[in-house]
């Protein structure tokens, strides 16, 4: 699973007006979260399906074959969620027996013929309708709703969205679908008999074994999966997509996509096969299915899910060469599926407790293939970026990373285990080095394959692997909260000609760690490798032969850790020209951020900074740049006029065209209006803007001119008014995500918040479906993330039911269009139940 993570900035703004502190325990102790006891072990789950698009309902036939775990039984029970259950019989080679069941509270307890022994096979019949509409359960920050079987567009009444049909399995819906045992520990093979419209195509877990025309322009495809697998990994899709085919040497490799977007297919999920190899070689362990095929499906409730050979994709994987050109913003997410087919697919977490094997490697594995395919410095931008969101967010501060006493299994699905894990398996690589590293993850793999592993496992592996007791190690990281704290001080001895490193931690319980230092002696740094032991100071000595130019501590910016510290612009500039590692370049360039314009050595670090090999340090140093400064223009203008023009990076390029745009001078009109016809959707939305504020009268021309499917929040932001000010229809849908935290805006930035009031109020008063369900879905996603604070609660409902009563004076204004305005009102009503 690849959780939705809503706007670092939105958020900001969101938390820091409004979320007040919450109580970190709830005065009663938290209950423990056992692993699941196995009282049964599915063996074969099998099914035949078809669906009511009227009733959004799907009629099922189910085949459970089954047998006690250990202990002898008379009693199979099955989680069913929202069903109705019209017939349960004992099946004997096609012979059915009625048998004696009760279903209530969504459990399915059945009755079997007799007392099974362990490894007694029985297989038990069920015919049901299964009715998502009906579940109760609700979603949460990762997943945002929870019914399991989604029927998208199903009447087709909704104009320019396709119907398809998908489901979500994780956490535990897929028994909002067919009755199972809908826990991870279980495991079990499938085949799935889907009887779909002619018109669409079907994909499943395993292989189309077969596929048969029916009466009445239907079609039953048969897939088979013959290896076993959790049941929150089951699968099915239906639409009219095309097909893209590929492979991995003998291996299928598919995708599904909406006809529309056929073209662009292989700039979108091109790299899969390479990424199968890199990390079947990487892991030692060849890619382990039959198949692997990637769809796509529309309203999707997360990010992404790694159902077992059928990864589904939310829609915003959908892109076109404007964006593509920039950044195939959805790389990260296909390797991070991808990789669960090893680790959580093949090995799955035993428990939600331990979702820290499945999600933290998932999450590393978009480290590890950034750094083979991108170079090493992507890969650290990739982690910093990752572990900065945990570092930046408090309340996760108390959680661990194995975690027993949530409060809602959803609740795992957070920062700790995705980014903060992936930090922590960053760490212990870099702890016991490669070659270790990647023989224990082998080891994980091949010891407990098709099975289910936890995270003492997972230690045992690199115990075993590597000969060191990794006890110290997990205790504190998987098994422990927080993270180091961490200030540093030195002094020079002239005499003994050594300078002392005092480390101080200031956490609550010290952490025991390996650290890197770097003594810049003479301008130049030598680096000394220390062990920081669980006390709060710890000093080092090390040879100097006058007081140092500078001490960097964590300058490989490994270790997971808030770290103090305070460097002139000199020293900043000094590690910058003689640091080789992604972290100190860009902490160096961060840190000067008040100092240009103050510190001549600050743009001297900006001049330097535009040259680097990396270009997202180019790009950060264009954002903290200004070039109406006079002193700044002569020694920066010329090269980002350059990078404007002419640097491989379209990002840079557009980042570069802003920094010009401050300027406002018509100079670079030329620049801009070659930008405004560009490919890249950066390019050309940087240099409408530039257009548009250097030249105001020519904002009507442009604005509807640039792609901001997918734009970048700083272009949204610097597009948003001028959408709002000269209401651009065309872009509407587009600034639905600022337009939707405008209470929010008004505390961070009052200028960017106002007009996104009025592009709120915009909305609301036009019949613009498309726009106010983008409006309602990121509110829906980020109440997960919230939290249960009644003030932000209360504010944002008030903001629905205000963008309510504006929709019905709409609808009596334009009775016309009812059945538009109506679905608007749907939407709108549907957030404010789920705001109570």
């Given at each position: 699973m690849k959780k939705i993570i809503l706007s670092v900035a939105v958020l900001g703004a969101l938390f820091s007006a409004h979320v007040s502190a919450q109580t970190e325990t709830s005065g009663r102790e938290k209950v423990y979260r056992a692993t699941p006891a196995k009282v049964t072990e599915l063996k074969h789950t099998k099914l035949k399906v078809n669906f009511d698009y009227q009733k959004e309902q799907m009629n099922g036939e189910e085949w459970v074959t089954a047998s006690p775990y250990f202990y002898p039984t008379n009693e199979l029970i099955l989680d069913a969620k929202g069903m109705l259950i019209h017939e349960v019989a004992l099946d004997n080679n096609g012979k059915k027996s009625p048998l004696k069941y009760d279903y209530k509270n969504e459990v399915l307890k059945i009755s079997?013929?007799?007392?099974?022994?362990?490894?007694?096979?029985?297989?038990?019949?069920?015919?049901?309708?299964?009715?998502?509409?009906?579940?109760?359960?609700?979603?949460?920050?990762?997943?945002?709703?929870?019914?399991?079987?989604?029927?998208?567009?199903?009447?087709?009444?909704?104009?320019?969205?396709?119907?398809?049909?998908?489901?979500?399995?994780?956490?535990?819906?897929?028994?909002?679908w067919f009755p199972t045992i809908d826990k991870s520990v279980q495991k079990t093979t499938q085949e799935i008999f889907m009887t779909v419209p002619d018109k669409y195509v079907t994909l499943s877990n395993g292989i189309l074994k077969d596929s048969q025309k029916e009466s009445n322009g239907l079609r039953t495809d048969h897939w088979v999966m013959d290896k076993r697998h959790s049941t929150y990994l089951f699968f099915m899709g239906v639409g009219e997509y095309a097909i893209v085919k590929d492979k991995w040497?003998?291996?299928?490799?598919?995708?599904?996509?909406?006809?529309?977007?056929?073209?662009?297919?292989?700039?979108?999920?091109?790299?899969?096969?390479?990424?199968?190899?890199?990390?079947?070689k990487k892991l030692g362990y060849d890619y382990p299915w039959a198949k692997y095929a990637q769809?796509?499906?529309?309203?999707?409730?997360?990010?992404?899910?790694?159902?077992?050979?059928?990864?589904?994709?939310?829609?915003?994987?959908?892109?076109?060469?404007?964006?593509?050109?920039?950044?195939?913003?959805?790389?990260?997410?296909?390797?991070?599926?991808?990789?669960?087919?090893?680790?959580?697919?093949?090995?799955?977490?035993?428990?939600?407790?331990?979702?820290t094997v499945n999600e933290s490697f998932a999450n590393y594995s978009e480290y590890l293939w950034n750094e083979y395919k991108y170079g090493k410095d992507q890969a650290d931008y990739h982690q910093m970026s990752d572990v900065n969101m945990y570092i930046h967010n408090p309340s996760d501060f108390k959680k661990d990373l194995v975690r027993f006493n949530y409060d809602s299994r959803e609740d795992v699905f957070d920062l700790v285990t995705y980014q903060k894990g992936g930090g922590i398996l960053h760490m212990l690589r870099n702890y016991l080095g490669d070659d270790a590293f990647f023989a224990g993850m082998n080891d994980y793999l091949k010891t407990n394959e098709y099975k289910n592993a936890e995270a003492h496992q997972l230690r045992l592996s690199f115990e075993k692997v590597s000969g060191k007791d990794l006890n110290w190690f997990f205790n504190q990281w998987y098994f422990g909260s927080g993270h180091p704290k961490v200030n540093y001080s030195y002094t020079f001895e002239p005499v003994k000609k050594q300078v002392t490193v005092t480390v101080n931690q200031s956490q609550e319980v010290p952490f025991e760690f390996p650290l890197a230092i770097d003594v810049y002696d003479n301008g130049k740094p030598k680096r000394y490798q220390v062990w920081v032991n669980a006390a709060a100071k710890n000093t080092f000595d090390f040879e100097a032969s006058k007081n140092p130019d500078l001490i960097n501590i964590n300058p490989d910016g490994v270790l997971l850790a808030e770290i103090t510290d305070t460097k002139t612009p000199e020293q900043n500039f000094m590690q910058f020209t003689n640091s080789k590692e992604l972290k100190s370049r860009y902490s160096a360039l961060a840190a000067i951020k008040d100092q240009v314009g103050k510190n001549p050595t600050a743009i001297k670090l900006l001049v330097a900074a535009l040259k680097d090999p990396y270009f997202r340090v180019r790009m950060k140093a264009l954002d903290l740049m200004d070039l109406s400064n006079a002193e700044q223009m002569k020694a920066l203008g010329n090269e980002v006029e350059k990078l404007a023009s002419n640097d491989p990076k379209t990002l840079v390029q557009a980042a570069a065209i802003a920094a010009l745009a401050k300027t406002k001078d018509k100079k670079y009109m030329p620049i801009f209006e070659k930008g405004a016809n560009a490919v890249s959707n950066s390019v050309k939305g940087n240099s409408i803007g530039a257009i548009i504020s250097t030249d105001p009268s020519k904002a009507g021309a442009f604005a509807d001119k640039v792609d901001l499917d997918g734009a970048s929040e700083e272009?949204?932001?610097?597009?948003?008014?001028?959408?709002?000010?000269?209401?651009?229809?065309?872009?509407?849908?587009?600034?639905?995500?600022?337009?939707?935290?405008y209470p929010f805006l008004k505390f961070q930035n009052p200028e960017l918040g106002k007009s996104a009031e009025e592009g709120f109020n915009w909305i609301m008063t036009s019949d613009n479906l498309k726009a106010t369900e983008a409006i309602t879905k990121v509110l829906g996603q980020a109440k997960g993330q919230i939290g249960a604070n009644p003030q932000v609660k209360m504010m944002i409902s008030q903001m629905l039911k205000e963008g309510l009563n504006k929709k019905m004076e709409l609808l009596k204004q334009n009775p016309q269009k009812a059945s538009s305005i109506n679905s608007q009102i749907d939407s709108l009503n549907k957030a404010i139940e789920d705001y109570k």
């Open positions: 079997l013929d007799k007392v099974y022994q362990k490894n007694q096979d029985y297989t038990v019949y069920i015919k049901y309708t299964a009715r998502p509409n009906e579940v109760k359960q609700e979603g949460s920050a990762a997943i945002s709703d929870a019914k399991g079987l989604y029927f998208i567009n199903a009447q087709g009444k909704e104009a320019g969205k396709p119907t398809q049909i998908w489901t979500q399995g994780e956490t535990e819906s897929s028994s909002a040497k003998n291996i299928p490799v598919d995708y599904y996509i909406e006809k529309e977007y056929e073209p662009y297919a292989k700039q979108i999920y091109g790299n899969t096969p390479e990424m199968i190899e890199f990390f079947s769809i796509s499906g529309r309203d999707y409730v997360s990010g992404a899910m790694e159902n077992t050979t059928a990864t589904l994709h939310g829609s915003d994987i959908l892109q076109k060469p404007g964006q593509l050109i920039d950044e195939n913003k959805w790389e990260d997410t296909i390797a991070h599926e991808l990789f669960h087919h090893w680790f959580g697919d093949l090995v799955t977490a035993e428990s939600w407790s331990n979702l272009l949204l932001s610097q597009m948003l008014p001028i959408i709002v000010k000269n209401k651009v229809e065309s872009q509407m849908s587009n600034i639905a995500q600022m337009v939707a935290f």
